[in-house]
């Protein structure tokens, strides 16, 4: 027998559905691996609605999202590999997911992520996350901790309006890493991340001479591994689902504890890829 949802649930789901991409690729630093554990969630959600047809809440869909990610507490490391052997395409895209979800970031930065990026407040976050609110208090303090702990970076900040970029050469210097250049044009911001070395991008989508950030650190990335995070007026434009889409996106006007999370969040996929 097919599962049932009514209209007011369906226009829910796809509302929160690039919002629930949009965090999966924040937490897996993954496009690919995010939209695989979204889809799962949207089967279980499917399912669910054959089984109860109460609605779902914001918070009931993304702890979902959660119940599929099943995020470790654990410190990462090297997955147990099973003896060698033919693998099937199947076996062996499971088994890279499988190592992907052992190299997670921890609990506490999803904390993070569902309070400062996506809005929830404590309790909602608590509920997605299926702890007490006591217990989310813990992670988010833990994850704080460990933010003022990272290791320094080298940032290159692509932004074309002046006072944007000194707020966020501000919040970068804050949390103890290095500003390599401020680019307001495309030419400019490709020149710096071949002399200044960066080991971050935080890109603008606009540019001062029409160009767009993600044309301009798409040529950075021709001779780079760098992680990238985009601030932009309108994620919404970025979160469609048609192309590749950026791992991490800031959302303008934003608070410098978002874009701190970005910052952290992008070295720490970088660092365990």
């Known amino acids: 027998m097919g599962s049932v949802m009514d209209e007011t649930q369906k226009i ?28 799962r969630a949207l089967q279980r959600i499917l399912d669910r609605a054959g089984a109860d047809p109460e609605p779902l809440s914001r918070a009931d869909l993304f702890r979902c999202l959660h119940n599929v990610l099943s995020l470790p507490a654990v ?10 052997g033919p693998e099937s395409t199947g076996e062996l895209v499971q088994r890279r997911l499988e190592e992907r979800v052992l190299r997670l970031p921890p609990t506490w930065r999803a904390a993070l992520l569902l ?6 407040a404590r309790s909602e976050a ?8 006591e217990v989310l208090a813990e992670l988010l303090d833990e994850a704080w901790t460990a933010l003022r702990e990272e290791q320094p970076a080298r940032v290159l900040i692509i932004e074309d309006e002046a006072v944007i970029a000194l707020d966020i050469a501000g919040i970068v210097a804050e949390m103890g890493h290095a500003v390599v250049g401020v680019a307001a044009r495309s030419d400019e911001a490709v020149h710096l991340a071949r002399t200044g070395q960066p080991s971050l991008i935080l ?28 601030v932009t007026a309108y994620p919404e434009r970025l ?5 590749i889409e950026p791992t991490f996106i800031v959302s303008k006007p934003f608070e410098p504890e978002l874009l701190q999370i ?4 992008a070295l720490f996929c970088a660092s365990s890829a």
Do not use: C, W
């Open 126 to 133: 608590a509920h997605v996350l299926d702890v007490t609110p």
């Open 262 to 265: 970005a910052v952290s969040q």
């Open 75 to 84: 410190p990462r490391g090297e997955p147990d590999r099973p003896a060698a």
């Open 203 to 230: 890109a603008d989508i606009q540019l001062e001479d029409g160009n767009t950030g993600i044309q301009t650190v798409a040529r950075i990335l021709e001779t780079a591994d760098l992680p990238v995070v985009f």
């Open 239 to 243: 979160l469609t689902g048609e192309r």
């Open 12 to 39: 829910r789901i796809v509302a929160q559905l690039p919002y629930m991409r949009r965090h999966a690729r924040a937490l897996t630093g993954s496009q690919e691996v995010g939209d695989e554990y979204v889809k």
């Open 115 to 120: 309070v400062h990026a996506e809005g929830f």
